[in-house]
């Protein structure tokens, strides 16, 4: 059962990451090239503070998903 409740987070982060990603192709490609590398970066460091501005809805059940990790990962989870 507790396995099953993290699945659903982990769901959860998946789409959330897939949309970042998804974004950030947006971005690239309707620039097409790049004078320099420090420019790309400059784009996707921009792109990525406009999508942490959309980031307002809190993570449902965390902490249950927390415990749920840190049973199975024990020595790897950070105390808190």
Request: no cysteine; proline share 4%.
């Amino acid at each position: 059962m507790g396995i099953r409740l993290t699945y659903g987070k982990v769901i959860y982060m998946t789409n959330a990451i897939e949309s970042l990603n998804m974004s950030l192709r947006k971005v690239t490609k309707n620039r097409g090239s790049f004078p320099s590398d420090e420019a790309a970066f400059k784009l996707l460091y921009l792109a990525l503070r406009n999508s942490a501005r959309k980031w307002t809805m809190p993570i449902k059940n965390w902490r249950d998903a927390l415990n749920q990790f840190a049973i199975l990962f024990g020595g790897r989870m950070p105390l808190a």
